[in-house]
């Protein structure tokens, strides 16, 4: 079923939708500029597939999958989610929430079905591995003893090349088990106005804002 939601969703139609097109698509819930993040493409876009997955499971005639909890700011690209899983049989509905109740909820695992998550924090692969998948993580839902015993190993690895290794194999059965559904490396639409000489976009790798704020300079 996890599989045939990965399948049912166009996550291009979405980002073209969303972000003009701007953000971009990945298979991986930890982006590709990351410290030991392994670069994963994306199922591709394929309802037909979707449905057969479904049936093969028990489900031709499809089912409801409940609410899908989601950061309001973040309603339209969820309600994009919804509509296309609707179309293979997998029933939901959004649930838009303001964004400290939804953390909230997040942090307390108080959702019952699906649930939009996103972070921006800085880090490396391991930072959002702790938060979203290893057992204890403030936002992990997923209790897989294998995944924790591969990230206690490399919390303590001092080759980077092992470490590197420990930390591909949980994302790569992170990514074979259809653990997420991931959308895409989000790309902040932002711009400067004809005054600005150095806006400061950029100037901080993948930090989507500009700053800092001292090196912003304006034209004379």
Not at 69 to 92: K, P
Not at 107 to 118: H, V
Not at 131 to 146: L, M, N, R, T, Y
Request: charged fraction near 25%; glycine fraction near 6%; charge should be neutral.
């Amino acid at each position: 079923m996890r599989l045939a939601a990965n399948h049912a969703f166009n996550r291009q139609a979405a980002n073209e939708a969303e972000t003009l097109g701007y953000s971009v698509l990945t298979g991986n819930i930890i982006q590709r500029p990351f410290e030991y993040a392994l670069p994963l493409e994306p199922y591709a876009y394929d309802p037909n597939k979707a449905k057969q997955l479904l049936k093969e499971a028990g489900y031709a005639n499809g089912f409801d999958a409940g609410e899908c909890a989601v950061d309001s700011v973040y309603t339209g690209v969820v309600e994009a989610l919804v509509n296309d899983l609707s179309a293979v049989g997998i029933r939901a509905k959004v649930r838009p929430v303001e964004r400290a109740a939804h953390q909230a909820a997040l942090r307390e695992k108080t959702y019952k079905n699906l649930a939009f998550q996103g972070s921006g924090a800085f880090g490396n692969a391991a930072t959002r591995i702790e938060a979203f998948v290893h057992s204890k993580g403030q936002q992990s839902w997923i209790k897989d003893p294998e995944i924790d015993d591969w990230y206690a190993q490399q919390a303590t690895e001092r080759d980077r090349k092992k470490r590197e290794v420990l930390l591909h194999k949980i994302q790569q059965k992170l990514y074979d088990e259809a653990r997420f559904i991931p959308i895409w490396e989000l790309a902040f639409l932002c711009a400067s106005g004809p005054r600005a000489a150095v806006s400061g976009l950029g100037l901080i790798p993948l930090f989507a804002y500009s700053g800092p704020y001292e090196d912003v300079q304006l034209k004379s």
